[in-house]
């Protein structure tokens, strides 16, 4: 990790300007997360010292609110279309990640409340049009990948297959019910929606053949389409969800992607609670946890491999007939990112050596430069960064150096404009990939509030 900053260069001085639209201008204003921007901002400022971090703050957070959601009533119910940003349209994963960093304030704000909902709602009508599709358009409108060589409909914008795109909806709706108690959007359709999605993951455990998915694209891009007929590599049988395509977009070397399989154990476990607790349903929750027990025995005998140097570690990739890949992608889930997922403790002492080998050069996809180290992607160019993986490596960090760290990187890789990006190059972070990506400047915003939270605690003698 690069060296940080001297204390009296720390938080750096602030170069940028607010950077959000005029209020006037705002897709949808939440007096709550406003109230959260003042407070953290005036702790971060020093007098006379604005803090880049506390401008950052102000323009990352409220990101999506300020600009990516169409919040809508349909047949009486809230509806609500979440853009990524520089891409019009609605990735089941951004979408359900873009606003879970507002669950903390949905309780005590009812139109916010109100706009998570419609997100719920709008997610159950995306699965019920396709469970294969990651990604749909606001209405029939067809698609730049309509010639795509799969079952396209004029609702997708793509159907690339991705575990994680339903288990984000169903993360979502557990955490909106968590926060808030509210079980509205839990109704016919939502439990039609969810029971298709396990049925989907069923299928895509491939016991009884291939199944109906496949996916070609005429591309000179060869990570943007499936091998073998469109159907992925060769899997065996053992428990595990094939996932055809990574939460980057990209296809899968080998089709049992860990990360989303982690996911998945988490998602069913979460589905099971909600059916037990609120559809009283206790003979499809017992299906959810049987599913969710299988799928983790299979991790756990398939999955954790010998590192030559790092111990026992967790696979990136496996399939079933003892390949393995071994390296960590930007996006989440990623093998990072499982504490933040809730699959294991950060101090799973398998976890600790998989992350030790994914921070270190072990890992093809990680790199070291003037303003920041950290994972990069197949999807970007060589030697980029993404914000989301140093992000996530805070969010899942219990070390108060590592933290401040990746704290100090981010503030260095927004090239000026005051937002994070898809990624930068790690020696010149004026050289970056999309500027408007909403997730990761939530994302971003997430992690402040996670340390402002650490600190309020310790300063008031709690754990």
């Not at 005036?42 to 609110?65: E, H, M, R, V």
């Not at 349909?74 to 349209?89: E, K, Q």
Request: glycine share 6%; proline share 8%.
């Amino acid at each position: 990790m690069p060296k940080p900053a001297a204390a009296a260069d720390w938080p750096p001085p602030n170069p940028l300007a607010n950077g959000r639209p005029a209020p006037d201008r705002r897709r949808f204003r939440s007096r709550a997360v406003d109230a959260a921007i003042d407070r953290i901002h005036a702790k971060l400022d020093q007098p006379g010292k604005p803090s880049k971090l506390a401008t950052l703050f102000d323009n990352c957070y409220p990101n999506t609110l300020d600009t990516t959601v169409f919040p809508d009533m349909i047949d009486g119910r809230p509806d609500t279309f979440v853009i990524t940003g520089d891409i019009d349209a609605m990735w089941l994963r951004d979408s359900a990640a873009q606003v879970e960093p507002y669950l903390r304030f949905a309780a005590e704000d009812a139109p916010l409340r109100q706009l998570i909902a419609g997100v719920i709602n709008r997610q159950t009508k995306c699965v019920l049009i396709d469970p294969y599709a990651n990604a749909f358009n606001r209405g029939p409108t067809g698609s730049p990948w309509a010639n795509d060589k799969t079952e396209m409909k004029p609702e997708l914008h793509e159907r690339k297959f991705e575990v994680d795109s339903l288990c984000y909806t169903i993360r979502l709706a557990h955490g909106f019910w968590k926060a808030t108690g509210d079980t509205s959007c839990f109704d016919a359709e939502w439990q039609r929606a969810t029971r298709l999605i396990v049925a989907t993951l069923r299928v895509m455990q491939r016991k009884h053949g291939l199944g109906p998915y496949h996916f070609q694209r005429v591309t000179d891009r060869a990570q943007d389409t499936a091998p073998n007929n469109g159907f992925g590599a060769p899997t065996r049988p053992v428990g595990l969800i094939a996932s055809l395509f990574r939460p980057s977009d990209d296809a899968c070397v080998f089709p049992f992607l860990i990360p989303s399989n982690m996911m998945a154990v988490v998602a069913l476990r979460q589905l099971a609670e909600m059916y037990r607790v609120i559809i009283k349903d206790t003979v499809f929750a017992a299906e959810a946890e049987a599913f969710a027990a299988e799928v983790d025995a299979a991790i756990k005998a398939h999955a954790i491999v010998d590192h030559p140097r790092h111990g026992r570690v967790y696979a990136f990739e496996v399939d079933g007939y003892g390949s393995q890949l071994l390296m960590d992608d930007a996006n989440a889930p990623s093998l990072i990112s499982a504490p933040y997922l809730g699959y294991c403790r950060a101090s799973d002492p398998v976890y600790r050596n998989t992350r030790a080998m994914l921070l270190s050069n072990d890992n093809p996809w990680y790199f070291s430069g003037k303003y920041a180290d950290g994972i990069g992607s197949l999807h970007t160019i060589p030697g980029h960064i993404w914000p989301l993986a140093i992000i996530m490596r805070g969010l899942t960090s219990t070390d108060a150096g590592e933290i401040e760290a990746t704290l100090r990187h981010l503030v260095a890789s927004d090239g000026g404009t005051g937002f994070m990006h898809e990624a930068f190059d790690k020696d010149d972070p004026s050289n970056f990939s999309r500027p408007w990506f909403a997730w990761a400047n939530g994302l971003f915003g997430a992690l402040v509030l996670k340390v402002h939270d650490t600190v309020n605690r310790r300063r008031h003698g709690s754990a």
